[in-house]
Every structure is written in structure tokens, then in C-alpha cells.
């Protein structure tokens, strides 16, 4: 006999409406204040660069138009994915969380690969290379301070509200500051008198965003084709469900991930003297306690009545 738990969509969401309203805000705030940041970086690191002559400085102010183009994408998302179930989306629209994060991988190994080339003809014509200006090293310098600074801010809102999408942009941030760390060394040599360090230092910026990039994709992309949670999250699930009273064991435990939540079925092992409302309920208070207790959508149950002497330990 079977039973699902979704006898209404609007009480099956209640669980996580608390959270979506201050999540959603919190993604808006701290992306808005990346977009901010992030204009600020472009015009300056560019107009610098050309100034002063540093291919490395232009390749890091294209890295932060990148970023500015990524976090309109993220406001795109976080905008759509708070959207509830609708006729055509039964389970809501999280996974815009990952389509955004898709893009924001793609976007970056596209970027990464374009400032490998570019890096990469510059030093076939080592004579084209000139010593760039000090005020390369001085806006490098303040970038990296300022790229910092909004990878620590985002991490911590990120993680404050469990948005995968967040800290994925976040990480994204300290990659640029990493990246400009990199370039303010290449215009200290380029200064020194090494001028062929300047194009390295892009060259390394560009393997550097466009590996970032590959592993964002990566994920994004597995999350998009119903990858099962980590073993962690998978052993607590199946701990709470085990500790369910009236549940004697389960089976066919399967999850796959939707945005940050997870979806979830499973076969319960109910005692086959039970009624039928016995069992139905038993069902939901497992359902119940997995929702309230884990970053669970929906579980799905279906029951499997077992004799006492049968059941499956767990």
C-alpha cells in the first residue's frame, strides 16, 4: 500500500517560508553591494591600466566586469528561485540557484580563456612590452584590499543564510582577490625591470579564473542532473528517519538536490498489523521531523508493511 506525503502543496512549503523572505533579502543586499564594488573596480582598473600601461591591471578590470556581469546574473536568480510552486513547477524554482551558478561557471572559463590568449600573444612579442607606470601598483594594491574585504562579507552572509549560490560568489570575490594579488607582483618585477612579468601575472590570472570557472560548472552541472547529498547530510537524514517512532526500518533511500534544499524519497518498513491511518501517520511524522530537522523540500514516503520478525535493521 502506498502514501505520499504531499496531501497539500501550501502546508508541504511551510517549513521553509520562514527562511526564504530574510535568504532572499540577504542575496539581494549583499549582491547589490558586489555590483557597487564592482563598478567602481572596473572603471578604475582599466582606466588605470591603459594609463599606465599594464596588460596585467586591464586583465584584472575585465576579470571585475565578469564579476558585475555574474552578480546581475545572481540578482536574476535570487529574484526568480523564491518563486513558489506553480502549475508548471510543482516543487517551486530553486533550481534557478543552479542554473545561476552554471552561468556563472561558464562565464568565468570563458574569461579565463580569453586572457590566457590574449597573455599568451603578448609574450610572443616580448617587444611590445613596456614598463608600465607606478600607479599600476597603487590601484592593484587597493583592489586587492577591496576584493577582499566583500569575499569576507559575502562568505559570511552566505553562510549565515546556507545559499550555495552566495558562497559560490563569494569565492568567486577571493579569487579576484587572489587574482590581483598576483598582478600587483607581476607590476612590482615589471618595475624592477622584469617587464615580461606583467603579461605572466595575466596569463596566471587567466588559468586562475578560468580553473575556478571549470569547477563551478562542474558542480552546477551535477546538481542540475539530480545529484544525491554529501555523506554527511545523507547519514543524518537517514538517522532521523531511524529515529521515527513506529518506523521498524527502510529502504531505497534516494535524494537529489534542488537549489540549496533536497528532495527526497524513501520506503518505510511499517508493521503489518497496523491500520492503514496508523501507517499514514507514522509517515508523516517521519516526513515531519526530516523537514523540520534538515534543508528537506519534500520527502516522499512510500510504506511497506512488514512482520515484526522481517523487518529490515537499520
Not at 46 to 60: K, M, N, P, R
Not at 155 to 175: D, P, Y
Not at 241 to 264: C, Q
Not at 278 to 294: E, F, P, S, T
Amino acid at each position: 500500500m502506498s502514501f505520499n506525503g504531499e496531501l497539500d502543496e501550501l502546508d508541504d512549503l511551510d517549513e521553509h517560508d520562514e527562511e526564504t523572505p530574510s535568504k532572499h533579502l540577504a542575496a539581494k543586499r549583499s549582491t547589490l553591494v558586489s555590483v557597487v564594488t564592482n563598478i567602481g573596480l572596473t572603471i578604475t582598473q582599466v582606466a588605470a591600466g591603459i594609463f599606465s600601461g599594464s596588460q596585467g591591471l586591464i586583465a584584472d578590470g575585465i576579470h571585475s566586469l565578469s564579476d558585475l556581469v555574474a552578480d546581475f546574473v545572481v540578482l536574476f536568480a535570487n529574484h526568480h528561485s523564491q518563486k513558489g510552486p506553480d502549475e508548471d513547477h510543482h516543487y517551486g524554482h530553486q533550481r534557478y540557484e543552479n542554473a545561476a551558478s552554471l552561468t556563472l561557471g561558464v562565464l568565468l572559463l570563458i574569461v579565463g580563456a580569453g586572457m590566457l590568449w590574449s597573455s599568451f600573444r603578448k609574450m610572443e612579442q616580448p617587444e611590445s612590452i613596456q614598463q608600465v607606470k607606478a600607479i599600476a601598483l597603487w590601484v592593484a594594491l587597493g583592489a586587492l584590499v577591496a576584493k577582499e574585504l566583500l569575499f569576507r562579507y559575502m562568505l559570511r552572509i552566505g553562510e549565515q543564510v546556507r545559499s550555495s549560490m552566495l558562497i559560490a560568489n563569494a569565492w568567486h570575490a577571493r579569487s579576484d582577490a587572489a587574482a590581483s594579488l598576483v598582478v600587483a607582483i607581476g607590476i612590482i618585477g615589471n618595475l624592477m625591470g622584469y617587464a615580461m612579468l606583467d603579461p605572466v601575472a595575466a596569463m596566471i590570472v587567466g588559468f586562475m579564473v578560468a580553473k575556478m570557472g571549470w569547477g563551478f560548472s562542474w558542480d552546477a552541472l551535477h546538481d542540475l542532473m539530480d545529484r544525491a547529498v554529501d555523506q554527511k547530510s545523507l547519514a543524518s537524514i537517514r538517522q532521523t528517519i531511524s529515529d521515527t517512532p513506529g518506523v521498524l526500518g527502510w529502504h531505497d533511500l534516494k535524494t537529489r538536490k534542488m537549489g540549496d534544499l533536497i528532495l527526497v524519497d524513501v520506503h518505510l518498513e511499517i508493521d503489518a498489523d497496523m491500520s492503514v491511518a496508523q501507517g499514514h501517520d507514522i509517515a508523516l511524522d517521519a516526513r515531519k521531523r526530516v523537514m523540520q530537522k534538515h534543508a528537506v523540500l519534500n520527502l516522499m514516503t512510500h510504506v511497506d508493511p512488514v512482520k515484526l520478525t522481517n523487518a529490515t535493521p537499520t
